[in-house]
Structures are given as structure tokens and as C-alpha cells.
């Protein structure tokens, strides 16, 4: 008998520490016209996930559920955690803004699959975090489970699908017949749409693929080349859309044309400065090399300098010298 009472209190016990936990989720407010009602503000309770939300209307105990689609007014007000990630975000410091939106997903997962979701949207925007900083493991988990994916709209699931070829980069040989494919895949895929940003994550993913297939490459200036071009399409496609993964695309770039045999050999013998004679005799690759560390420098370093781009940009000759207005 004893042990039956207290099989039944370590249950009840446990029923209490589910409704708890229940009660403490974190609720939202949203501005909602349920079908037949007039716009009024609502406390969401939670979701299923697929866009179906219940509620409590004012002054009742009952629990009601409405689609969010059916809905001729549904806009979540944004939490303060969440605004606070989004500042940092827009700021540029995606290590803080990321740690903020991780946060939100976890707080507000009950909540997922409704239009402007906290809890999806931060799931986006910490995947979008993980890609500009290059956390290649992090992309991978991260674009693997987006919480209430569904009702992102097409230019958010391309950058989910794009940052799931980004996860592909590994360095090795082998990848870039994967990424190669991933990337046709994706761009027969109905429903996605992909923005410059998303687009760059392509590029930068097939030049870094490119480029580790010069370990096994017969040709190996054709594939630096392969890379070389991969890099340039992935920093100007993103160009003003943020500058961490541009810069490292023009850095890689860079090193790939500082390291071609016909710029090594011009470079032990050009003067620095150089005039417009000696900048017009070299070959277009040293030139092409020069150019993009003066353009990184100019756009994209701070901090520590980069040595070589320092040392390229000594050979940097403007074409526009002398050059008067109208001319």
C-alpha cells in the first residue's frame, strides 16, 4: 500500500513540474483579426508548429485555436530579446548576436511555424550568423532544422538551401563534385529564391572546392583560376550586403594570384611604386592581384594588416594619376 502512495505522489509530482513548466513558457502579443472578430491583441500560448495558434480570449479560461493564414491580420510584436539580438545583428557583431538569437529559439520554440515568429526567425538569423562568421560546423547543424520552416517565405529558404551548400566546404578534393551538385540541384528547386547574400554563399562554397582540388590537379593554374573566379562572383555578389565573407573570398583570392608562376616572376623584379611603363608591362595576372589587395585594403581591412595585401598594395599604380576632371 505504502508503495503504491508513493508511486502516486512521484507521479503527481511529476504532473506538477510539466505544468509548471508549461505555465512559465514564455507567452507573445500579437495584433489579430480572427476570422469574424474585429483586430483586437491576443496572447498566444503556443503553436503546432504548421500555423495553427491557440489563445485564451479575454476573460475566458478556454483555450481556442485559429489558423494564422485564415487570419485577415496577424502581426506578432516583437520581444525585447529579439530586438535586442537584431540590433547587434545590424550592427555587425554577429558572435553576440548569434549567443541572442540561439536564446529566442530556445524561449520561444513553443511559438515556431507562425508568420513573423520569434522563435523561427531566430533560428534564421543565427544560421545567417553561423555563415557570415564561416562556422562551417555550425551552418551544417543549423540548416539542417529550422523550426516552423514552412512559412518562411522563398528568399528565406534560399539562404537556408544555399547555407546547406556552404556546409558541404570541407577543403578536400572530393567536395567540389558535391558542391558542384548541390548547387544545380538548388537552382532547379521550386519555392526557393536566392538573394545576393545566399547567391555569394554558392560562389564562395565552389571556390574554396576549386581551390582544394589544386592538391590532386593536373593543371593546377587552371584550377586556381576555377577558384579565383568563384571567390570574385561570391565578394561582388555580396558586396554591401556585409564584408566578412567577401573579405575572405578577396584575401583567397588574392593568395591564388600572388602564388600564379608568371606574377612570382614578375613580382622579383618590379620596382615599387611602380610607373605607368613597368604597371602596363606586367601581366594582367599581377595587376589583377595588386588590384585586389588595394581594393581589400580599401574596403575591407581593419585591424591587424594583412601582410601581403600590405606588400601587394606597395605595387598599386592609379591609372587615374594625372588624369584631370573631363578629361
Same mark, same amino acid.
Given at each position: 500500500?505504502?508503495?503504491?502512495?508513493?508511486?502516486?505522489?512521484?507521479?503527481?509530482?511529476?504532473?506538477?513540474?510539466?505544468?509548471?513548466?508549461?505555465?512559465?513558457?514564455?507567452?507573445?502579443?500579437?495584433?489579430?483579426?480572427?476570422?469574424?472578430?474585429?483586430?483586437?491583441?491576443?496572447?498566444?500560448?503556443?503553436?503546432?508548429?504548421?500555423?495553427?495558434?491557440?489563445?485564451?480570449? &479575454?476573460?475566458?479560461?478556454?483555450?481556442?485555436?485559429?489558423?494564422?493564414?485564415?487570419?485577415?491580420?496577424?502581426?506578432?510584436?516583437?520581444?525585447?530579446?529579439?530586438?535586442?539580438?537584431?540590433?547587434?545583428?545590424?550592427?555587425?557583431?554577429? @558572435?553576440?548576436?548569434?549567443?541572442?538569437?540561439?536564446?529566442?529559439?530556445?524561449?520561444?520554440?513553443?511559438?515556431?511555424?507562425?508568420?513573423?515568429?520569434?522563435?523561427?526567425?531566430?533560428?534564421?538569423?543565427?544560421?545567417?550568423?553561423?555563415?557570415?562568421?564561416?562556422?562551417?560546423?555550425?551552418?551544417?547543424?543549423?540548416?539542417?532544422?529550422?523550426?516552423?520552416?514552412?512559412?518562411? %517565405?522563398?528568399?528565406?529558404?534560399?539562404?537556408?538551401?544555399?547555407?546547406?551548400?556552404?556546409?558541404?566546404?570541407?577543403?578536400?578534393?572530393?567536395?567540389?563534385?558535391?558542391?558542384?551538385?548541390?548547387?544545380?540541384?538548388?537552382? &532547379?528547386?521550386?519555392?526557393?529564391?536566392?538573394?545576393?547574400?545566399?547567391?555569394?554563399?554558392?560562389?564562395? @562554397?565552389?571556390?574554396?572546392?576549386?581551390?582544394?582540388?589544386?592538391?590532386?590537379?593536373?593543371?593546377?593554374?587552371?584550377?586556381?583560376?576555377?577558384?579565383?573566379?568563384?571567390?570574385?562572383?561570391?565578394?561582388?555578389?555580396?558586396?554591401?550586403?556585409?564584408?566578412?565573407?567577401?573579405?575572405?573570398?578577396?584575401?583567397?583570392?588574392?593568395?591564388?594570384?600572388?602564388?600564379?608562376?608568371?606574377?612570382?616572376?614578375?613580382?622579383?623584379?618590379?620596382?615599387?611604386?611602380?610607373?605607368?611603363?613597368?604597371?602596363?608591362?606586367?601581366?594582367?595576372?599581377?595587376?589583377?592581384?595588386?588590384?585586389?589587395?588595394?581594393?581589400?585594403?580599401?574596403?575591407?581591412?581593419?585591424?591587424?594588416?594583412?601582410?601581403?595585401?600590405?606588400?601587394?598594395?606597395?605595387?598599386?599604380? %592609379?591609372?587615374?594619376?594625372?588624369?584631370?576632371?573631363?578629361?
Amino acid at each position: 500500500m505504502k508503495l503504491f502512495k508513493i508511486v502516486g505522489f512521484a507521479l503527481a509530482a511529476l504532473s506538477c513540474v510539466h505544468f509548471a513548466e508549461a505555465q512559465q513558457a514564455a507567452k507573445l502579443t500579437a495584433v489579430v483579426q480572427t476570422p469574424g472578430a474585429k483586430p483586437g491583441v491576443l496572447t498566444l500560448e503556443r503553436s503546432d508548429g504548421e500555423g495553427t495558434f491557440f489563445y485564451m480570449p &479575454k476573460g475566458t479560461d478556454q483555450l481556442m485555436q485559429a489558423r494564422a493564414s485564415a487570419c485577415g491580420m496577424f502581426v506578432i510584436q516583437t520581444p525585447a530579446d529579439m530586438a535586442k539580438a537584431l540590433r547587434d545583428y545590424y550592427g555587425g557583431d554577429y @558572435a553576440d548576436a548569434r549567443k541572442g538569437f540561439a536564446a529566442v529559439k530556445k524561449k520561444y520554440a513553443h511559438l515556431a511555424g507562425l508568420p513573423g515568429s520569434p522563435g523561427t526567425m531566430a533560428a534564421l538569423y543565427e544560421l545567417v550568423c553561423a555563415a557570415r562568421m564561416l562556422d562551417i560546423p555550425a551552418v551544417k547543424t543549423l540548416s539542417a532544422s529550422i523550426p516552423g520552416e514552412k512559412v518562411l %517565405n522563398p528568399v528565406e529558404k534560399g539562404q537556408v538551401e544555399a547555407a546547406k551548400v556552404l556546409a558541404l566546404v570541407d577543403d578536400t578534393p572530393e567536395s567540389f563534385a558535391a558542391i558542384q551538385k548541390a548547387v544545380v540541384a538548388l537552382a &532547379k528547386t521550386t519555392g526557393v529564391r536566392l538573394d545576393s547574400e545566399a547567391y555569394g554563399w554558392t560562389r564562395y @562554397a565552389l571556390g574554396r572546392a576549386a581551390a582544394a582540388t589544386m592538391a590532386v590537379a593536373n593543371d593546377k593554374t587552371k584550377s586556381a583560376n576555377a577558384a579565383i573566379d568563384f571567390y570574385c562572383q561570391a565578394a561582388m555578389s555580396m558586396h554591401g550586403a556585409q564584408k566578412t565573407v567577401p573579405a575572405d573570398a578577396i584575401k583567397r583570392a588574392m593568395n591564388l594570384l600572388w602564388n600564379l608562376p608568371d606574377v612570382q616572376a614578375y613580382a622579383s623584379k618590379a620596382p615599387k611604386p611602380m610607373e605607368k611603363k613597368e604597371w602596363f608591362k606586367a601581366p594582367a595576372n599581377f595587376r589583377d592581384a595588386v588590384a585586389m589587395a588595394h581594393y581589400y585594403k580599401t574596403v575591407y581591412e581593419t585591424g591587424t594588416p594583412d601582410p601581403l595585401a600590405t606588400q601587394l598594395d606597395a605595387y598599386y599604380y %592609379n591609372q587615374l594619376k594625372g588624369v584631370k576632371k573631363g578629361d
